[in-house]
C-alpha cells in the first residue's frame, strides 16, 4: 500500500487519504486513547497497592480525564499553528515517559500526578483525527473520519478488558509497562509513515487560545455539539467508573470476568462508521434523536427490574456505548465542517467539553455508589442524556438542519 510522503498545507486535496492510511490512523487513535482507560476496572487494584481509600483511588480516572481535557484545550489547538506531525510525535513523547513511570512509581501521590500527565500527553490523538479530515474528501470526510472514531473507539472499548485480563494475571504495573511499549511502537510507525501538515495560519499562541472564544460565540452548532457529548459523555464515564465496583462487590465477578464484561461492551463501538455514513447522507437530526433515546432508555433495566442482575448491566453497557460513540461521530462530522483552517480548535473545544463531562461523571461514581448503590448510579446516569435529548428538542435541532 501506499503512503503519502509530501507535506500538507491548508488544502486537503494535495494527499490523497489511502485505505493504509485510514487503517494507520484508526489503529493508532485506539492505541493511543486506551491510555486513558487502562486504570478505570482496575483502581481497585492500583489503590489498595499504593494504600489509597476507595475515593483518593476514585481520582486516578478523574485526573486523568482532568489531564485529558486540559491537553485539549492548550495543546490542540497548536495543530493550526504549528506542524502538525512534529507536535503529535513531542506530545506521544511524554506519554510514553509518563506511562513508563506510573509502571514503577511507589507513591499514591506521584501515581496521581502522573495519571494527570498521561491525560496530559494523551491529545496526541486529537492532533490525527483533524489531520484525516483535512486529507479526508468533502463527499466521504463522515465515512472516513467514522471509520477512524471507530478504531479510536474499540480502543475505549478494548482497553478495559484488556487492563483487567493482564492485571488479574501479571499485575496492575504490567499494564502501564505496555502501554508504553505499544506507544512507543505506534509513534515510531506514525513518524515514518504520516504527512507532514504545515498549517496556513499565523498568529501567536496567545491569540490562538483568544480565537477560541470567538469560534465558540460565532458557531452554534459546535456549542449544541459540545453540549450533547459533554452531558453523553458524564453518563457513559459515570457508568464504566461505578460498574466494575458493582461487578465486584455485588456480583463477585473476578478481574478477568469483568474483562469480558467490557469486552461485551465494545459491541457498541460499531456505531463509529455507521453515524458517518448517516451523516453523509444528510441524516444528522434523525440519528441524534436516537442517539440522545437510546442512551437514556439504556439505563432502564436497573429501574424497572433490578433483578436482572448482570444482564440488565450488559444490555445497559452494550446500548449505551452505542448512542454515545453514535453521537460523537455525528457532532464531530458537523463540526468539521464549519471551518476547514480552524479544525484542530473546533476539535479541542468539542472534545475538552466531552473530557470536562467525563471528568464530572467519573468523580461523581463512588460517592453516588457509596450512598444509593447502582439504583442511584442509573437514576442519576439518566439525567444526563435527558436533559441533552431536551435541549435537542428545543433549541438545536434547527442548527442541526441548518447547519449554521
Same mark, same amino acid.
Given at each position: ?25 484508526? $489503529? ?6 486506551? @491510555? ?11 489503590? =489498595?497497592?499504593?494504600?489509597? =481509600?476507595?475515593? #483518593? ?6 485526573? /486523568? ?7 485539549? $484545550? ?9 506542524? @502538525? ?5 513531542? /506530545? ?10 506510573? =509502571?514503577?512509581?511507589?507513591? &499514591? ?6 495519571? *494527570? ?55 496492575? +504495573?504490567?499494564?502501564?509497562?505496555? &502501554? ?17 501538515? !504545515? ?16 469560534? #465558540? ?5 459546535? +456549542? ?14 459515570? *457508568? ?7 461487578? #465486584? !462487590? ?65 444490555? /445497559?453497557?452494550? /446500548? ?6 453514535? @453521537?460523537?461521530?455525528?457532532?464531530? +462530522? ?9 479544525? @484542530? ?16 461523571? =467519573? ?20 439525567? $444526563? ?12 435541532? #434547527? ?6
Amino acid at each position: 500500500m501506499s503512503m503519502p510522503s509530501r507535506a500538507l498545507g491548508g488544502k486537503s486535496d494535495s494527499v490523497q487519504l489511502t485505505s493504509g492510511l485510514v487503517a494507520l490512523f484508526a $489503529f493508532a487513535c485506539g492505541a493511543i486513547v486506551a @491510555n486513558l482507560y487502562y486504570a478505570q476496572p482496575i483502581t481497585l487494584l492500583i489503590g =489498595s497497592s499504593l494504600h489509597m =481509600s476507595a475515593d #483518593t483511588a476514585s481520582l486516578v480516572v478523574s485526573l /486523568t480525564q482532568i489531564g485529558y481535557a486540559l491537553g485539549l $484545550f492548550f495543546i490542540v489547538p497548536l495543530g493550526d499553528l504549528l506542524e @502538525n506531525r512534529k507536535l503529535m510525535i513531542v /506530545t506521544a513523547l511524554v506519554s510514553i515517559a509518563s506511562l513508563t513511570a506510573a =509502571s514503577l512509581v511507589h507513591s &499514591a501521590s506521584w501515581f496521581l500526578v502522573l495519571s *494527570f500527565l498521561i491525560g496530559f500527553s494523551s491529545v496526541a490523538v486529537q492532533i490525527l483525527i483533524p489531520l484525516a479530515a483535512h486529507l479526508a474528501p468533502d463527499h466521504s470526510r463522515g465515512r472516513i473520519v467514522g471509520t477512524i472514531m471507530g478504531g479510536l473507539l474499540l480502543g475505549v472499548l478494548l482497553s478495559r478488558p484488556l487492563a483487567s485480563v493482564v492485571a488479574d494475571h501479571l499485575g496492575w +504495573r504490567v499494564v502501564f509497562g505496555g &502501554a508504553a511499549v505499544l506507544m512507543a511502537l505506534v509513534t515510531a510507525v506514525l513518524a515514518l509513515t504520516i504527512p507532514q501538515r !504545515r498549517p496556513e495560519h499565523r498568529a501567536t499562541y496567545l491569540e490562538l487560545l483568544g480565537s477560541l472564544v470567538a469560534l #465558540t460565540r460565532s458557531l452554534p452548532v459546535l +456549542r449544541h455539539r459540545a453540549l450533547y457529548q459533554g452531558l453523553m459523555f458524564a453518563t457513559f464515564s459515570l *457508568f464504566w467508573t461505578a460498574v466494575p465496583i458493582e461487578l #465486584t !462487590r455485588q456480583y463477585r465477578l473476578t478481574q478477568s470476568e469483568i474483562a469480558l464484561f467490557a469486552l461485551v461492551g465494545a459491541i457498541g463501538a460499531t456505531s463509529a462508521p455507521v453515524a458517518g455514513r448517516l451523516a453523509d447522507a444528510g441524516h444528522s437530526v434523525r440519528a441524534t434523536f436516537v442517539a440522545l433515546v437510546t442512551a437514556a432508555l439504556s439505563f432502564l433495566p436497573a429501574l424497572v427490574h433490578p433483578a436482572w442482575g448482570v444482564f440488565g448491566l450488559v444490555v /445497559t453497557g452494550i /446500548t449505551l456505548d452505542f448512542a454515545v460513540q453514535m @453521537n460523537m461521530v455525528l457532532g464531530q +462530522r458537523e463540526i468539521y465542517a464549519l471551518h476547514a483552517s480552524s479544525r @484542530n480548535r473546533l476539535n479541542a473545544l468539542y472534545m475538552t467539553s466531552i473530557f470536562v463531562g467525563g471528568a464530572i461523571g =467519573s468523580a461523581l461514581a463512588s460517592t453516588l455508589f457509596a450512598r444509593g448503590g447502582w439504583t442511584l448510579v442509573a437514576g442519576v446516569a439518566l439525567v $444526563f442524556p435527558l436533559i441533552a435529548f431536551v435541549h435537542f428538542l428545543f433549541v438545536g435541532r #434547527t442548527h442541526v438542519r441548518t447547519g449554521r
